[in-house]
């Protein structure tokens, strides 16, 4: 039991080192970095989903908290000191122009508040520069381009981006924007 524990860590090991697995034998279970865990697959909600994602055992009476393992559509509201506060948002369609995502109505309870991961995948919809110019998105109009943490808190600071935002063990590991014309 033991060497097959030392065998996967060093075949995650010689995987995130780039190396073959043939070579994973020589690599030492110590040297695998910590961030080699990886985030298990969590089913995704409809990128234009018409209702709120819905949270069941939360209780939003008390102190704002994390949400569960998970991916919500939502978007951040307020960033300080690496810790990101955000909320559900749902499309609503509009009469005039294909809709708009929005959130929960003024002064309902629906947030939450989890620090974001040092080593977060922030895929952007808008590119990375400041200008925003650059349309990066996939054929679901998810974001495909990778940008650092710093882009994301930046970003998050001055205006809400409708998102996927992937939540693992308390933590925000990944925001993927969800591009709106």
């Known amino acids: 039991m033991k060497r097959s524990v030392l065998t996967a860590a060093a075949l995650c090991a010689a995987l995130a080192a780039g190396t073959a697995p043939a070579q994973a034998a020589v690599i030492p279970a110590q040297a695998a970095p910590a961030r080699v865990a990886a985030i298990p697959h969590f089913p995704a ?4 989903g018409t209702t709120f994602q819905s949270d069941p055992g939360h209780d939003f009476t008390k102190r704002i908290s994390p949400r569960k393992d998970g991916i919500l559509r939502g978007w951040i509201t307020h960033v300080s000191g690496g810790q990101a ?3 559900p948002i749902k499309w609503v369609r509009d009469k005039y122009s294909e809709g708009h995502f929005e959130g929960p109505p003024e002064g309902d309870a629906t947030a939450y ?5 040092g080593n977060v995948v922030y895929l952007s919809a808008l590119g990375c520069s400041s200008r925003m110019a650059n349309l990066t998105v996939d054929r679901r109009g998810l974001g495909a381009k990778r940008c650092s ?6 970003r998050a600071a001055k205006m809400q981006r409708p998102a996927l935002i992937t939540v693992y063990r308390g933590r925000i590991v990944k925001v993927q924007e ?4």
Do not use: Q
């Open 45 to 48: 909600p409809k990128v234009f």
């Open 85 to 87: 506060e955000y909320e």
């Open 178 to 181: 969800i591009y709106t014309p």
């Open 113 to 117: 508040s989890s620090p974001v991961a």
């Open 149 to 154: 943490r710093a882009t994301l808190l930046k």
